[in-house]
């Protein structure tokens, strides 16, 4: 026999457990589904943990910047405090109980175990907490991604790391191969090449980040480059191996690479063959599920989070488990709006970013004009000097005289984006940026000369 309830939701990382937890605070009759822990990749394995990692690695460099500019500073990396603070503070050991009970606490109730449709509005729990479901209101598909793990011969067979390895690390490795140099790979391999691993970046396309802009991600391979990490893009692996001790990846010259460690970084798939789509008319070997701007994927079923394809991001995950809890609760409120997304991949110098890049603004047949500012020419990034690298570009849609990109990269490069997020979603005039006053002397005050620049260059 089916129990019914309200809504259930499969998936509790942060989509999941944001949506679970406000229809459950309203009073509805909530099961949240959770196959491993609850939070997920962002809280045990993610953001959270490595940008601890991050903020340790941003104190080495930091000392390693005061001679010249404070005196002298003896640097002894120790990777101790930050495996213990992962461990205690961040993940609890990899326990739940804390973000399980804070469920509870708001109304919801909590199945352990792996959720999949088994018609419209059913579901089926396999696990501890098992039952079938029968959704009044509908069912939210929150179920993530996992690692992609390319297709390189041998790469099966090789006991290498995913995020989760590299997070729970004990120690670092002595050296430490990335496959990978997207934002994991980058934040993990500048993390762990500060606390002395030998780390060498190898990605398939012709930069780092290439995702984002070329002036950013070149600047980044500078920094990395000088900070002692090897990088070799245009590269692409051929076969694995593991030899005793070592790995080793043999790339398409023939050049084999090897070391301690192998971090596989090469990005993030929905699974969603064991979800039971087929069930409400969805095709299982779709890439992500897609949804209309309200996050329907189909009559009484939503989706949010990674699994919908628009970033994986956590704050994407929150946005649009928000929009599928207004629309469940009748509530009034905007549909997906992705014009603005921001990101920030947590480097030193940080690449903040936000709308379209030069490249995805041309090939929409935009007519574009573009500002560019070096931080170290600021007044800031000039008093700043130790670690000033950042470039600051912004995009705009000459036709409608407005921002529809911009990438902020250096010190606080996350936090100068905030202003531009707006001006992005805002639509505001490039004329009327241009005649607003930025603080003297602030990192954000750069944008100033990044719109001079666009002007200039128009
Ligand atoms: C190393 C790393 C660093 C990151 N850093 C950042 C960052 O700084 N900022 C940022 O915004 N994002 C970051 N991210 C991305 C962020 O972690 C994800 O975007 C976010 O966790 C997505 O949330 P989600 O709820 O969509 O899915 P997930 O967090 O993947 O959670 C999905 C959950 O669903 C469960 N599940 C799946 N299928 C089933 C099933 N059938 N039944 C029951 N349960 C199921 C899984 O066990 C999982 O717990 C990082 C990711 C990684 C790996
Ligand atoms: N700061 C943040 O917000 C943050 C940090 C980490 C992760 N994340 C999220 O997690 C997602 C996954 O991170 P990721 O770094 O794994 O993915 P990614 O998509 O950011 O980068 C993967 C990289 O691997 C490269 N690649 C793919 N196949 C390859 C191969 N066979 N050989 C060499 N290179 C190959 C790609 O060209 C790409 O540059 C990100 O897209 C991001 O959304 C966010």
Redesign the pocket.
């Known amino acids: 026999m089916a129990e019914e309830v309200d809504v259930v939701v499969i998936g509790m990382g942060p989509g999941g457990e944001h949506v679970a937890g406000r229809l459950a605070e309203a009073g509805l009759r909530v099961v949240g589904v959770e196959a491993e822990l609850v939070g997920s990749e962002c809280p045990y394995w ?2 959270v943990p ?2 601890m990692m991050i903020r340790a690695g941003g104190l080495l460099a930091e000392a390693r910047r005061i001679p010249g500019m404070a005196g002298a500073a003896r640097v002894e990396p120790d990777w101790s405090p930050v495996a213990s603070r992962i461990r205690d503070e961040a993940t609890d050991d990899w326990n739940d109980q804390v973000a399980a009970d804070r469920f509870r606490d708001k109304g919801g109730r909590l199945a352990r175990g792996r959720g999949r449709l088994t018609g419209p509005r059913t579901v089926t729990v396999d696990g501890p907490g098992g039952g079938v479901f029968e959704a009044a209101r509908g069912v939210v598909l929150a179920t993530g ?1 996992k ?2 793990i ?3 011969p041998g790469l099966d067979a090789v006991p290498y790391w995913t ?1 989760r390895d590299a997070i729970a690390a004990t120690e670092p490795p002595g050296s430490l191969l990335v ?9 993990l391999a500048q993390v762990y090449g500060r606390f002395g691993t030998r780390v060498t970046v ?4 012709g930069s ?4 984002d802009e070329p002036e950013a991600a070149a600047l980044l391979t500078e920094v990395l480059a000088a900070e002692g990490i090897t990088i070799r893009t245009d ?3 051929t076969a694995a191996r593991h030899d005793g001790d070592a790995f080793v990846l043999v790339l398409e010259s023939g050049e084999e690479l090897t070391a301690d460690r192998l971090l ?5 798939r929905a699974d969603l063959r064991d979800l039971g789509l087929e069930t409400v008319g969805l095709d299982p070997a779709a890439r992500w599920v897609r949804t209309d701007s309200r996050m329907r994927a189909a009559d009484g079923l939503w989706a949010a989070g ?1 699994v919908t394809g628009h ?4 704050h994407v995950a929150m946005y649009e488990a928000e929009i599928v809890a207004r629309e469940i609760l009748g509530e009034p409120g905007p549909g997906a709006d992705y014009r603005a997304l921001p ?4 480097t030193d110098p940080e690449i903040g970013a936000v709308g379209l890049t030069e490249g995805q603004a041309r090939d929409r047949g935009l007519r574009v004009r573009t500002g560019l500012a070096q931080v170290p020419s600021s007044a800031r990034g000039w008093i700043h000097k130790a670690g000033n690298q950042g470039v600051i570009k912004l995009v705009e849609d000459v036709d409608r005289g407005i921002l529809v990109g911009a990438t902020t990269a250096g010190p606080a490069g996350g936090e100068m984006l905030y202003g531009l997020a707006v001006a992005v979603q805002a639509e505001v005039p490039v004329e009327t940026l241009r005649h607003m006053i930025y603080a003297y002397p602030t990192f954000h005050r750069g944008v100033e000369d990044a719109l001079r620049d666009l002007v200039k260059g128009g």
């Open positions: 993610g953001c490595s940008k991604t690692p992609q390319p297709p390189v995020n496959l990978g140099g997207g934002s994991i790979g980058v934040e190898v990605e398939a396309m780092l980040l290439p995702a590269a692409r692996a596989v970084a090469t990005g993030r990674d970033g994986a991001f956590t990101r920030v991949t947590f």
